[in-house]
């Protein structure tokens, strides 16, 4: 029978052991419940590495996404002394294995690798693994194989076949010592797990509750019911989402701003919910200089307010019935990975029922406000004996200043292992097995099978921008951004082409670039509608002259139509239904006939200006 294990974590910086969080910002003091068996087994150097991997890959949450979190810890064989380690920023930046050789430098030799998730070498080039075998790394310790299946199994197949020994958490080491990292390595990517295995985001309900149960005064007011701490831990919890949810209620009663303002550099996204679309005409939310905002509705609801909203650069999208899970199938189109609801009972209670909430996070604060009428964190679930109360699993206590944050799952982190086929099971990428219409090869993610088609996949170019001067862009996205404003005769034009080429991902690339262009429309230069496919074009044409497997690629695609299955861009991507213009795919398959044509006439020679 198993009984009930109170597990108390310390800390200890600047490294201190994971207290198993998804969603949750860094480490601190964490009481965690769980109903296991208590083991009485001896501690294992493998499992505390292990741990020390996955908390160094949590350090990433919210920088990296849409991708999963990665650390890497590199300790000697017979000690377990630590001699390097690393984690992935964000995605394009230096892999957490190649930081974690180059710290170690000589000592990794002979080492042991600890890595929480597989390494996901998505584009043929296998940084990661690469680096480990030159290292001269003798044993790798993977905590989870990765969880999508293109890429699943590959990474440990290519370091065994160079003769070095890898041991998987679950596989080659399986006893109940290893439940802890096990755990943890899950926990860390749990966002990523959800979507693989539900092909829906990763959703946390988060409110703020009297110890009487109220979520506000009998008014409808609430500011605040929690404390500044706690608040100040939900802007770290927003840093880690890529959307935020609220309904039409809060926004008129609230007129929140819903950002992470606690400097760090992730803005998600805010969705209003209304069906009525009986919203003010002025709201925080609409400016969107401060963070992106969506208003989800039904079709046909109040068309004058919708061109208001949309002229202030809100995007509305309208659904034939809203619903908490057409919009959640919506954000998982969106590549969204972990879902942030922040709505009152009204909308939490339809969001539960339709089973798309994962986890709980209660912070409960210690006064009494009374009030038959005052709302409650969760509306009518239909429920009439307790017996038929949802149960959270794994669930921690952590005082928060006065307040306690209660939190655990409604539904437990998925095991993937037995649905996702590994490497061995599939052929390497072939377009004739693309899931999608027989001559169409769709891509948008860059973990997609053609994700290396995407312009946020870390492929750096180098191409000359001003006065013949050449750089190297760490990405296509960084390249195209930049050029918004390069050629503009200004010191603050020069400035914001450094910052965006220096950006640290192809995402905040993107995030900068249409921010600054929002936000400096006389820096853009004027030709830019009209000169934008151009520069596209150069760099992709850099990107697939440079990269033999990337050329290999697209010229493997001949005979399919390409599409970038993106959902919200009309321009550069196909759209929800086909209704986007799809340029970079156009612009793909022009590149693709030129290559193949100058493959045919050996004469014709493509350079990089042609
Ligand atoms: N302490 C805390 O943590 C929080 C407190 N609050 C407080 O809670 C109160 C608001 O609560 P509540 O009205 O529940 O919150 P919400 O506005 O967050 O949710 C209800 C609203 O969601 C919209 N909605 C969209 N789809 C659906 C659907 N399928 N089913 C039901 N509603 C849907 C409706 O908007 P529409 O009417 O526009 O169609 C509805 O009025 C306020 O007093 C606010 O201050 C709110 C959030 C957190
Ligand atoms: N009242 C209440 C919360 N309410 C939530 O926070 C939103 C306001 O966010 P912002 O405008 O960005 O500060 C509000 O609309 C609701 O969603 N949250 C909490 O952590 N504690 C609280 O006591």
Known sequence: MPHLHLHLFSLSPPLPPTSLRSNLPSPR?????????????????????????????????????????????????????????????????????????????????????YLNLEPGDCYGDHTAV???????????????????????????????????????????LKSRVYEEALKSCLTVNAPLLYRAAFRVPFSVLKYAMTLDGKIAASSGH???????????????????????????????????????????????????????????????????????????????????LQKNLAAKGVEVVEFDILNPRDVMAYCYDRGYLSVLWECGGGLAAPAISAGVIHKVYAFVAPKIIGGVNAPSPVGELGMVQMSQALNLVDVSFEQIGPDMLISGYLQPIPDLSPTIPSADEIPSIDP????????IISFYKTWDPFGAFSNFSPHPIQMPYENGKHAVWPSVEHYYQAHKFVGIDSPIARELVEKIMTANSPEEAARMGRRLQREHPKLVRADWENTKIDVMYRALKCKFLTYPHLNAMLRSTAGSVLVEASPHDLFWGGGREGEGLNYLGRLLMQ????????????????????
């Open 432 to 439: 004739a097995l693309s899931p999608y219409e027989t001559n």
């Open 591 to 610: 590149l693709r006939s030129e290559i193949l044509e100058q493959e045919a006439s050996p004469k014709l020679t493509l350079t990089q200006s042609t």
């Open 130 to 172: 690469s680096a480990l075998v030159q290292a001269g790394i003798s044993r790798v310790v993977v905590g989870l194989r990765h969880p999508l299946h293109h890429l699943r199994g590959k990474a440990i197949q290519s370091l065994r076949s160079e003769g070095i020994q890898v041991h998987v958490l679950g596989e080659d």
């Open 29 to 113: 003091v964490t009481v965690t419940v769980t109903c296991s068996a208590t083991s009485a087994s001896k501690p294992s150097p493998d499992v505390s590495l292990l741990l020390r991997a996955a908390d160094l890959a949590d350090r990433s949450a919210g920088l990296s996404s849409p991708h999963p979190n990665f650390g890497c810890v590199i300790a000697r064989k017979n000690s377990g002394e630590v001699v390097g380690e690393g984690f992935l920023y964000a995605q394009g930046t230096k892999c957490a294995e190649l930081q974690a050789v180059e710290a170690a430098g000589e000592l990794a030799s002979g080492g042991v690798a």
């Open 222 to 304: 609430a500011s605040w019911v929690s404390s500044k701490l706690s608040r100040g831990r939900v802007f770290e919890l927003r840093g880690r989402s890529d959307a935020i949810v609220v309904g039409g209620n809060t926004v008129r009663r609230d007129d929140p701003q819903l950002t992470a303002r606690h400097g760090g550099s992730h803005v998600p996204v805010r969705i209003v919910m209304s069906q009525t679309f009986d919203l003010p005409e002025e709201a925080k939310l609409w400016n969107v200089l401060e963070a992106y905002t969506i208003v989800a509705t039904q079709r046909g609801a109040r068309k004058d």
